[in-house]
C-alpha cells in the first residue's frame, strides 16, 4: 500500500489481531504498529511515511478498499483455527449410518402419529361422556342381598307309556 491510497482504505484486524509494517525503498523495516480485532482507518499512518514508503500487512488483516463494494479478503494463517473439534472431517454417510437415519425417521414418524391417535380417542371422549345406565346407587348402610333367579315354570309331563297301558 502506498501513502496516497490510506485515505480510502480501512483495516479489517482478525480475531488475533494484526501488525503494520513501513517499509522503505531500500526494504528495511522503518516502524511497524500492531492493530486489536476490528475496523481500523489507515489514515493516521500517512504523516510517519516517505514518499516512497509502503505498508505491509502481518497476521490476520486486510486493508479494504472503501471505495470498491465487492472485496475479497484473504483468509490468513490463523483462519482455519476455529477452536472447533480439530479431528472433524466431513465425510459422506455410510450405509450403516444412513439405514439408523432411516430408522429413527420412521420411528418418530409412527410415534407421532400414535400420538395423534390417543389424542383425537382423548377428544372423543371428552366430547361424547357414555350414557347414563340404569344404575343403582348403594350407600354405605345397605347390604346386598344375593340375587337367586326364578324357578323356570315346570313343563307339563309326557305321560310314561307304562303308565298309559296299566291305565288301559
Same mark, same amino acid.
Do not use: C
Given at each position: 500500500m502506498k501513502k496516497n491510497d490510506l485515505g480510502r482504505l480501512r483495516l479489517l484486524a482478525g480475531l488475533k489481531g494484526c501488525e503494520i509494517e513501513c517499509i522503505d525503498c531500500?526494504?528495511?523495516?522503518?516502524?511497524?504498529?500492531?492493530y486489536l480485532p476490528g475496523v481500523h482507518y489507515l489514515d493516521p499512518l500517512g504523516p510517519f511515511m516517505g514518499p516512497r514508503d509502503e505498508l505491509?500487512?502481518?497476521g490476520a488483516?486486510?486493508?479494504?478498499?472503501r471505495q470498491s463494494r465487492v472485496a475479497a479478503q484473504s483468509y490468513g494463517e490463523m483462519a482455519v483455527q476455529s477452536g472447533a473439534n480439530p479431528d472433524f472431517c466431513p465425510q459422506r454417510m455410510d450405509e450403516a449410518e444412513r439405514r439408523m437415519r432411516n430408522l429413527l425417521y420412521a420411528v418418530n414418524k409412527k410415534e407421532k402419529r400414535l400420538q395423534r391417535? %390417543? /389424542?383425537?380417542?382423548?377428544?372423543?371422549?371428552?366430547?361424547?361422556?357414555?350414557?347414563?345406565? &340404569?344404575?343403582?346407587?348403594?350407600?354405605?348402610?345397605?347390604? %346386598? /342381598?344375593?340375587?337367586?333367579p326364578a324357578p323356570e315354570p315346570a313343563a307339563p309331563a309326557a305321560? &310314561?307309556?307304562?303308565?298309559?297301558?296299566?291305565?288301559?
Open positions: 531500500d526494504g528495511v523495516v522503518r516502524w511497524s504498529v500492531g505491509r500487512i502481518n488483516g486486510y486493508a479494504l478498499d391417535q %390417543l /389424542e383425537h380417542a382423548e377428544r372423543l371422549a371428552k366430547a361424547s361422556p357414555a350414557p347414563a345406565s &340404569d344404575v343403582s346407587v348403594i350407600d354405605e348402610g345397605d347390604t %346386598l /342381598e344375593p340375587v337367586t305321560p &310314561d307309556d307304562a303308565a298309559q297301558g296299566a291305565a288301559e
